[in-house]
């Protein structure tokens, strides 16, 4: 017998066996259940714990009074204005000592990551209350100054100049003093950052460790 037939063969009596044990399987342990639907679980007894997560999980459209609880649910798990300008904060002082040191790809990253957490402080509360408790529109104030000193501090990142760095930087802070104040807060007054607060990021630009 050729090893070309013996091949065949081999693998002919493999897919026979498999078969005749798939069945002989089957029959053995009778038709397998159809898997259970979030709904059907939530709805049966000792089903999965929470009404309110099983009503959550269905696919089915919510009505009025499930949908007004996940709208309280998630405003109560939502981070608060706060959470976003403590970041806006750090990443703004890490820019400062970047720019300092003339990595300006770090410098870059900071002040991105500081202008997009602005952003999302503005999803947060976009319209909160002034000194005389009239609503302020932040995305305004926010377009005024991302056009201006923002601009003026992305184009001195670009253009690598560090000598114009420190008077573009105390520019910016002034630009967001007058936003603080705009909302009533002229207590958050920002200053030149005299301790880096990230210190395991390294400065230096010309750094070769790690690999």
């Not at 939530?42 to 309110?52: D, K, L, R, S, T």
């Not at 923002?150 to 967001?176: G, H, N």
């Amino acid at each position: 017998m050729t090893y070309p037939r013996l091949f065949v063969l081999l693998i002919c009596a493999s897919l026979v066996g498999g078969l005749i044990s798939w069945q002989l399987t089957r029959r053995m342990l009778g038709p397998v259940a159809a898997p259970t639907t979030p709904t059907a679980a939530a709805a049966a007894p000792g089903g999965a714990p929470g009404g309110a997560q099983g009503a959550a999980a269905s696919t089915g459209p919510m009505d009025s009074v499930a949908l007004t609880a996940e709208v309280t649910r998630l405003r109560g798990v939502a981070p608060s204005a706060s959470v976003a300008m403590a970041d806006v904060g750090f990443h703004v002082a890490n820019l400062w000592f970047a720019g300092q040191a003339g990595n300006w790809p770090l410098a870059n990253y900071y002040f991105s990551e500081a202008r997009n957490h602005i952003r999302w402080l503005i999803r947060i509360n976009p319209m909160p209350k002034g000194p005389d408790g009239q609503p302020v529109d932040l995305q305004g104030i926010f377009d005024g100054i991302d056009t201006s000193t923002f601009k003026e501090m992305k184009d001195t990142i670009d253009m690598k100049d560090k000598t114009r760095f420190p008077a573009v930087y105390r520019q910016m802070l002034e630009t967001c003093y007058s936003c603080h104040k705009s909302v009533g807060r002229p207590y958050l007054r920002p200053q030149i950052p005299a301790v880096a607060p990230q210190p395991i990021i390294n400065l230096n630009p010309d750094a070769d460790w790690p690999k």
